[in-house]
């Protein structure tokens, strides 16, 4: 992309309006739209988990019922064990008595995780609302109308829903481009 005249910028903002140099903003910013767009019907979904090496697991079990979630999800070169879906906790330390309870919870599984060493706690914030936010949104900044492209919200789906929303998101760029007349530099 850089060969092309493309650029990349790496900052921390604190709202889409800080974009107001630009014609088109495509917002992925998942549990962050909270505060930069702003959009208080995101929540997070706290998930914590644990990475675990158990090169014997080679398939992927989960239980998910009323609260109690349970997964584990062979990768490559470790296991996944989880988990906590915890709304409304924004809370991104390690809990030792989560990580208890999931090694429990997977243990009833798998009794053979017992032998399995711990590489790594991890706890991430899943960005849920109450609908996937994919639309346009066109805002006035300072006179100048921008065009939003919103793609968050996806909660615990994220992995499963990425695809497809990012080739959706990519067909209301271009629809916006051809729209607005604005050709590509790459």
Not at 4 to 11: A, E, P, S, V
Not at 91 to 117: G, M, Q, V, Y
Not at 119 to 146: A, F, M, T, Y
Not at 153 to 166: E, S, V
Request: proline fraction near 4%.
């Amino acid at each position: 992309v850089k060969h092309l005249g493309g650029k990349f910028l790496q900052r921390k903002l604190t709202n889409l309006n800080e974009l107001s140099a630009y014609d088109i903003i495509v917002n992925c910013s998942g549990i962050g739209a909270y505060t930069l767009v702003p959009d208080t019907s995101v929540t997070p979904g706290r998930g914590q988990a644990i990475r675990v090496n158990a090169p014997w697991i080679q398939h992927g079990s989960v239980y998910d019922d009323e609260g109690l979630l349970i997964y584990i999800f062979p990768r490559s070169g470790s296991v996944v064990l989880g988990g906590t879906k915890q709304i409304g906790n924004w809370n991104t330390n390690i809990s030792k008595t989560d990580s208890k309870t999931i090694f429990e919870n997977c243990l009833k599984l798998i009794p053979s995780l017992k032998n399995a060493e711990i590489i790594e706690e991890v706890v991430g914030l899943r960005p849920i609302r109450p609908s996937i936010r994919l639309q346009i949104e066109k805002r006035s900044i300072n006179g100048k109308d921008i065009k939003i492209i919103h793609n968050y919200g996806h909660g615990g789906g994220g992995y499963c829903l990425h695809w497809g929303c990012a080739i959706d998101a990519y067909k209301l760029v271009k629809k916006l481009a051809e729209e607005c007349k604005i050709t590509s530099k790459l």
